[in-house]
């Protein structure tokens, strides 16, 4: 049963991604960079573009390989290799 993410969460996660990896990133420049994402659209847009990409791999991903977990999604890549290979 595939376990399915709503859109509210999705964005939440990707949002969440963004935080953590920016604060990782910059340490205590997290604000710095919220400034001047304020103030620059282009690098504003540059992280948007980057969460919707985000979320157009996750749903490639889980309507063609119908997996999540890394795991199970190695074993679908490796099958539909073979498969593909064998044609």
Request: aromatic share 8%; no cysteine.
């Amino acid at each position: 049963m595939k376990k399915t993410i709503k859109n509210n969460e999705s964005k939440k996660l990707v949002t969440e991604f963004i935080a953590k990896f920016a604060k990782a990133l910059m340490g205590s420049k997290a604000k710095t960079l919220a400034k001047t994402m304020s103030k620059d659209p282009g690098l504003k847009d540059a992280f948007e573009r980057y969460a919707r990409e985000s979320l157009r791999f996750q749903k490639h991903i889980e309507k063609d390989y119908g997996a999540t977990d890394p795991d199970e999604l190695v074993k679908n890549l490796e099958r539909s290799r073979k498969k593909y290979s064998e044609e």
